[in-house]
DNA sequence: TTGCGTTACGACTCTCGTAAGGATG
DNA sequence: CATCCTTACGAGAGTCGTAACGCAA
């Protein structure tokens, strides 16, 4: 057994059980990978595959088991791997981020800029994603870090720090009926309402007051951000709900928010990554930088 | 980076950093473990040994960083291939057990036998050691499961299971005054005493009892096991105070067993294992014939 | 026929062991 | 000077790539 051939079942799983594809994913030929994997399975005295003829199909009961060894064991080689370059020299390395339209263009500018200005040598990668996705890219390794505010809840391998809290603002062209008299739910489910796609940026929330009062919005647009919103509101398709982080009264003043603080309740942005995985130091810079930020935000 | 070359570094921290001792663990000269570091240290860009000279001295705080991940990857191995050898042939194989002499005279015989008889092709290692070493042994996987009363508690990498609750008596020869009246720690305290050593089959809830009353016995004689007290006790050097389950009725018609379960706090001896080493079916065979067993011993 | 996996064989790389040498207490 | 570690070099084991073959959709 070696470490090659425990990267091999991870190949493999990660491509059906071609053991072609998982050969071009090792950068060797594919009987090279067909050789070692019936050197460990002989090894080990048991098939680690289920096959139809030749072709995999899948892992056996045993093979399942030992895939979970061998994903700790691909974790702390990682981790191995991550400790020595950060040690070695901090300054060079990169950094993917996963988060959201939102958080990616309303939080994480003021960061980003702070951080490339400490360590310019690290390049960031940031993955705009669905929430729901943000978690797999952490846990297939692909993320180091997930901001997000939904989905995120019940997964015991996360470390979930909480980042911020803000709510809801609704906006309406200038002069729209609802800026005059007191803003509430029934008002504004009277409307054509456009706001965020399912599982994005405090869509539950929004849901979740609405449900409350028994009241169900013509959601004529979900968008994943704010921005596609704002433009249909200015073409006066009805009246948008988007975070109050994402409303711009410089470049917004066309438009007027409206506080929800009182109808929906107030969402909270967090930063997540896997808990067993360890992060460089400018990793953790970054985290401090973005806690930071939201601070400001919140005074 | 290959799993050699980290089970190197387990070798290595066992043999306080002696390259010639950690080439004898690794049945390779010592040449080539030289290199192997070498060529891991160069790999990982950084030094993960303190230095003197030539000597190694200890590890470097990146060294210790590693030490905890290359722990991790030894015992996924090490999962592995039990799993597999589990999986294979789960009739040969060894079961380690560490335990007290107290529990390897009293309990475990009828469990031993038992597991005999279904696994006899499985070789049987008891180990008897002081409780506070068994959670060593266990820790440096060189017992699969430890049995015993103390010293067990707050160590989150074990699983603890109770097997069964006991308390002392007190044992003198027929014809001791004590025979006589009823029992109080305040008589027991004014006769010497013998018992277990510190830290062995529940002295510490001996000590508590006392303690709280104010009491200070003499102990005479500490042994680590029942017959050793039991010896003495015959000699008439005073009175034993042993685990109920250690007088046997039968061979031990010659002394009184005098019951001190009002008088000294109940123990409970547990099984103990790695939460995150896998257990060969058989081990799980065996436990499940010790928490029988106990189960029988109470009614 | 194409895609997928296995087997055979020669070339190459890697690691080991031997042996000699340097440093340290 | 004995112990501990490093370096040099040749032998052997292990792995890879090429290529030919078997099998199934």
Chains 1, 2 share one sequence.
Not at 131 to 136: R, T
Request: charged share 25%.
């Amino acid at each position: 057994m070696n470490l090659n051939q425990l990267e091999l079942l991870r190949a493999l799983q990660e491509t059906q059980f071609n053991l072609s594809k998982a050969a071009d994913k090792m950068h060797v030929v594919q009987s090279a990978v067909s050789r070692q994997l019936q050197l460990l399975e002989t090894e080990l005295g048991s098939p680690l595959f289920e096959r139809h003829g030749k072709r995999l199909l899948g892992l056996t009961p045993l093979g399942e088991r030992i895939m979970a060894e061998v994903d700790q064991i691909h974790r702390a080689k990682k981790n191995i791997q991550t400790m020595a370059d950060d040690f070695r020299d901090n300054r060079n390395g990169t950094l993917h981020i996963a988060t959201t339209h939102t958080q990616a263009k309303y939080l994480l500018p003021v960061p980003v800029q702070k951080f490339r200005r400490k360590y310019p040598g690290i390049k960031i990668y940031m993955v705009q994603s669905s929430p729901d996705n943000l978690i797999n890219l952490l846990h297939q390794h692909q993320a180091d870090i997930a901001i997000c505010t939904e989905k995120l809840a019940e997964d015991d391998s996360l470390v979930l720090r909480p980042c911020y809290q803000w709510h809801h603002v609704a906006i309406v062209p200038a002069g729209h009926t609802l800026t005059e008299g007191k803003i509430s739910l029934e008002r504004l489910a009277a409307q054509p309402v456009l706001t965020y796609s399912p599982g994005f940026t405090g869509r539950s929330a929004i849901e979740k007051a609405f449900g409350e009062a028994d009241l169900h919005p013509d959601i004529i647009l979900a968008a994943a951000d704010s921005d596609v919103i704002k433009t249909y509101v200015r073409l006066g398709l009805g009246v948008g709900i988007i975070a109050e982080t994402s409303y711009e009264p410089g470049k917004d003043s066309d438009l007027v928010a409206l506080d929800l603080e009182h109808l929906i309740p107030a969402s909270v942005t967090k930063i997540a990554y896997l808990k067993q995985l360890y992060l460089p130091s400018y990793c953790c810079y970054f985290i401090d930088e973005l806690l930071k930020e939201a601070e400001a935000k919140r005074t």
